[in-house]
């Protein structure tokens, strides 16, 4: 790391995935990112004091889903296995790099997820993005990491609320290693279907966000 | 700071990336993009979170672990991380990151070869499902005119272009369909040098880009 170098870093900060400004939700929201914020603290007793407890319950929750993930992508029981606890390992790895502020718990490892995936699974080369710069050195604000982890809550309901047909294509598009156009193999659906139903899927999620 | 990107990537494309579906040139051309578009970047990261709402709440997804499987993470963790090597990447370089580890360095290192009429181009190794290629177009030179059979974006990173319809400075996409005859030209001030990927073979009119297509591998 080039901490102390004479020339100042940038560091530019993305927007939030669903846009500027913190959500004004209605109370029961706290409620509902309880949850991912309890998330958020296994993964600071991981980082900070190599909490094994707190990772056994992270690992009872995500790793069968990460093993799900990959046997609908492709991988046979004993290769999801591996590779689920790879992820899992991974997960007490980079604990420090985990951002509250920019992710939930859950879509942190749905990236080490799929990342594995394309490694291993794809076994295709994957071509890394600048990063931003941000350190783990910055610890985020108390109030942004609240925000990001209740605007994840209200993705989680408007998922949930998606008509069945929706809900099911978002589904076929994440988990089955999927095209559109293998979808629409698969499903028997035109292509154009596919595509409107997807598109009108975003359109209800944009607007659940608002 | 840069200039404004005004042509973007599409939800579908965010979608897929997020999914990890993609084949390897269309990552790479996403991964260059978001290096230098926020606005994307932002728009990954809410495609991500989809993915991980998904990952979290899908009852039929979810497949129980082997026995010993957490002694087993346990031991894997005791093992210590695995060692990553940090790319060397230069700054400032008109090349973002992805784009310089695929080609092994800066623009000096780019192996051009050329395809006539002063275009060069040269292929990036990915997965054969699909292309990638890095174009040199000379300042006001036109492109061979070509139509499609699947997809293809192209992403300007010096200079710019102009097709019938629009204008493409660094960091702008086009995204071309198979519907689509376009004659881009690059932009009179500086010589366009742009990222180019496809999932199938361009087709060229006329007989002499045809054989040039064959030799040249596109």
Known sequence: ?210 | MEQKIKHHLTDEILMAYAAGTLPEAFNLMVATHISLCDECRSRLYAFEAVGGEMLDQTPSNVVAMDNGSLAATMALIAGGAQDEVTPVRAEGSILPGPLQDYVGGDVGDISWRSVGMGVKQAILPTSSDASARLLYIPAGAAMPDHGHHGTEMTMVLQGAFQDEDDYFARGDVEVANSDLHHTPVADIHEDCICLAVTDAPLRFKGLVPKIAQRFARI
């Not at chain 1, 296995?81 to 942190?108: G, I, N, Y």
Request: charged share 25%.
């Open chain 1, 1 to 210: 790391m080039n901490v102390g170098l004479e020339t100042p870093k940038v560091v530019r900060r993305a927007p939030g995935p669903f846009g500027a400004g913190a959500v004004k939700g209605p109370a029961h929201m706290n409620e509902l990112s309880d949850a991912r914020m309890q998330w958020v603290s296994h993964m600071h007793r991981i980082r900070d004091d190599q909490d094994s407890r707190a990772f056994a319950q992270l690992f009872e929750h995500f790793a069968p889903r990460v093993k799900g993930f990959l046997i609908k992508s492709g991988a046979d029981a004993s290769l999801a296995e591996e590779v689920a606890q790879e992820v899992m390992a991974t997960c007490w790895h980079k604990a420090h790099l985990f951002d509250p502020a920019r992710a939930s718990v859950a879509t942190w490892i749905f990236t080490i997820a799929r990342n594995r995936k394309i490694d291993v699974l794809r076994k295709q080369r994957r071509p890394e993005p600048e990063d931003l710069g941000w350190g783990p050195e910055e610890e985020p604000d108390q109030a942004d990491i609240m925000a990001l982890q209740q605007e994840a809550a209200q993705l989680g309901d408007a998922i949930a609320e998606l008509p069945p047909a929706q809900r099911e294509l978002i589904e076929k598009a994440y988990f089955g290693d999927l095209s559109h156009s293998e979808i629409a193999a698969q499903t028997g659906l035109p292509l154009g279907t596919i595509k409107s139903r997807i598109r009108l899927a975003l359109d209800r999620l944009r607007h659940n966000m608002k």
